[in-house]
Protein backbone atom coordinates (compact mmCIF):
# COMPACT_ATOMS: atom_id res chain seq x y z
CA UNK A 1 0.00 0.00 0.00
CA UNK A 2 1.24 3.27 -1.35
CA UNK A 3 -0.23 7.05 0.08
CA UNK A 4 0.50 10.34 -0.79
CA UNK A 5 -0.31 13.17 1.62
CA UNK A 6 -0.15 16.46 0.71
CA UNK A 7 -0.11 19.66 2.91
CA UNK A 8 1.01 23.27 2.75
CA UNK A 9 -2.23 24.56 1.48
CA UNK A 10 -4.33 27.79 1.94
CA UNK A 11 -4.82 31.18 1.27
CA UNK A 12 -2.27 33.74 -0.37
CA UNK A 13 -3.05 37.49 -1.63
CA UNK A 14 -1.66 37.73 -5.16
CA UNK A 15 1.57 38.63 -5.01
CA UNK A 16 2.10 36.23 -1.99
CA UNK A 17 3.88 32.93 -1.52
CA UNK A 18 3.08 29.46 -0.59
CA UNK A 19 5.25 26.36 -0.11
CA UNK A 20 3.48 22.71 -0.83
CA UNK A 21 4.92 19.77 0.52
CA UNK A 22 3.98 15.83 -0.39
CA UNK A 23 5.16 12.84 1.63
CA UNK A 24 5.20 8.87 -0.17
CA UNK A 25 4.56 6.28 2.32
CA UNK A 26 4.27 2.68 2.22
CA UNK A 27 5.91 -0.03 -0.19
CA UNK A 28 8.54 2.04 -2.21
CA UNK A 29 11.49 0.37 -3.60
CA UNK A 30 12.08 3.35 -5.66
CA UNK A 31 10.35 6.42 -7.15
CA UNK A 32 11.19 7.62 -10.61
CA UNK A 33 9.25 11.17 -11.00
CA UNK A 34 7.35 13.33 -8.50
CA UNK A 35 5.16 15.98 -9.82
CA UNK A 36 2.09 18.16 -9.13
CA UNK A 37 -0.92 18.61 -11.31
CA UNK A 38 -3.81 21.38 -10.49
CA UNK A 39 -7.23 21.70 -11.23
CA UNK A 40 -9.55 24.51 -11.49
CA UNK A 41 -13.47 24.21 -11.15
CA UNK A 42 -14.65 23.31 -14.22
CA UNK A 43 -11.13 22.66 -15.61
CA UNK A 44 -9.17 19.68 -16.79
CA UNK A 45 -5.96 18.98 -14.37
CA UNK A 46 -2.79 20.21 -15.40
CA UNK A 47 0.54 19.65 -15.02
CA UNK A 48 2.60 22.17 -12.89
CA UNK A 49 5.66 21.04 -12.45
CA UNK A 50 7.93 17.28 -12.54
CA UNK A 51 11.29 16.26 -10.87
CA UNK A 52 12.61 12.95 -11.85
CA UNK A 53 14.82 11.23 -9.42
CA UNK A 54 17.81 12.35 -11.40
CA UNK A 55 16.25 16.06 -10.03
CA UNK A 56 15.96 17.00 -14.16
CA UNK A 57 12.88 19.29 -13.73
CA UNK A 58 10.04 20.42 -16.20
CA UNK A 59 7.62 23.38 -15.50
CA UNK A 60 4.71 24.40 -17.63
CA UNK A 61 5.22 27.62 -19.34
CA UNK A 62 2.25 29.42 -16.86
CA UNK A 63 5.10 28.81 -13.40
CA UNK A 64 8.06 29.32 -15.06
CA UNK A 65 10.25 31.72 -13.22
CA UNK A 66 7.35 31.62 -10.34
CA UNK A 67 7.32 28.05 -8.92
CA UNK A 68 10.63 25.75 -7.66
CA UNK A 69 10.10 22.15 -7.95
CA UNK A 70 12.27 19.89 -5.12
CA UNK A 71 12.48 16.85 -3.73
CA UNK A 72 14.19 14.96 -0.53
CA UNK A 73 14.98 11.42 -1.93
CA UNK A 74 16.26 9.88 1.30
CA UNK A 75 12.60 11.10 2.58
CA UNK A 76 10.55 10.20 -0.01
CA UNK A 77 9.03 14.15 -0.40
CA UNK A 78 8.59 16.93 -2.76
CA UNK A 79 7.76 20.30 -2.29
CA UNK A 80 6.65 23.00 -4.57
CA UNK A 81 7.39 26.67 -3.42
CA UNK A 82 5.12 29.38 -5.03
CA UNK A 83 5.80 32.42 -5.46
CA UNK A 84 4.54 35.53 -6.92
CA UNK A 85 1.06 33.65 -6.70
CA UNK A 86 -1.59 34.94 -9.18
CA UNK A 87 -5.87 34.52 -8.71
CA UNK A 88 -5.45 32.08 -11.90
CA UNK A 89 -3.20 29.80 -9.38
CA UNK A 90 -6.04 29.24 -7.59
CA UNK A 91 -7.08 25.58 -8.17
CA UNK A 92 -6.81 22.22 -6.04
CA UNK A 93 -2.96 21.11 -6.29
CA UNK A 94 -2.60 17.16 -6.28
CA UNK A 95 0.59 15.57 -5.79
CA UNK A 96 1.54 12.64 -7.77
CA UNK A 97 4.25 9.87 -7.70
CA UNK A 98 5.53 7.37 -10.50
CA UNK A 99 7.22 4.62 -8.08
CA UNK A 100 8.26 1.01 -7.85
CA UNK A 101 6.33 -0.63 -5.08
CA UNK A 102 8.07 -3.68 -5.27
CA UNK A 103 5.76 -5.28 -7.49
CA UNK A 104 5.32 -3.17 -10.38
CA UNK A 105 5.68 0.61 -11.57
CA UNK A 106 2.64 2.51 -10.68
CA UNK A 107 1.06 6.19 -10.72
CA UNK A 108 -0.25 7.30 -7.25
CA UNK A 109 -1.86 10.37 -6.78
CA UNK A 110 -2.51 12.50 -3.41
CA UNK A 111 -5.92 13.46 -2.43
CA UNK A 112 -5.35 17.08 -2.99
CA UNK A 113 -4.73 20.50 -1.65
CA UNK A 114 -6.91 23.73 -2.03
CA UNK A 115 -4.63 26.84 -2.72
CA UNK A 116 -6.68 29.85 -2.88
CA UNK A 117 -4.90 33.71 -4.37
CA UNK A 118 -6.52 36.68 -3.62
CA UNK A 119 -6.54 39.37 -5.88
Known amino acids: QVQLAESGGGVAQAGGSLRLSCAAS????????MSWYRQAPGQQRELVALIRSSSNTNYADFVKGRFTISRDNAKNTVSLQMNSLKPEDTAVYFC?????????????WGQGTLVTVSS
Open 26 to 33: GSIISINS
Open 96 to 108: KAELDNGKYVGQY
